[in-house]
């Protein structure tokens, strides 16, 4: 999930740095670090919930490494497959897609 959000946010600031007049956008190392934060802070709140309940991690593969239970039909279990997938895959996936649509297009300009 933090490397998605990553790149996400990586789309935002290419799409305002090229979309923007020059000199109207400018980034710092503290920008660079609150985007850090933000994506595995984002990524740390969204992996937590199995730990309390909501959802559960499996064993996969030939276990050694542990994921959220994708084919449990338990309700608590669905609703934390759906909202993960909503917000931590399809929310910074569309960021993505709209943010280098509207650059691309800027660049046609």
Known sequence: IAGLCSVAIIAVERCMVVCRPVG???????????GVVIAWVWSFLWNTPPLFGWGRY????????????????????VS????????CFALP????V???TRLLWTLRQ
């Not at 064993?59 to 239970?69: K, M, R």
């Not at 996936?93 to 993505?96: D, M, P, R, Y």
């Open 98 to 100: 709209i943010s280098y």
């Open 24 to 34: 109207s956008v400018t980034f710092q190392t503290r920008h660079a670090v609150a």
């Open 58 to 77: 499996e064993l996969e593969g030939v276990q050694t490494s542990c994921a959220p239970d994708w084919y449990s039909r338990d309700l608590a279990n």
């Open 80 to 87: 934390y497959i759906m909202c993960y997938f909503l917000l």
């Open 93 to 96: 996936f569309s960021v993505i």
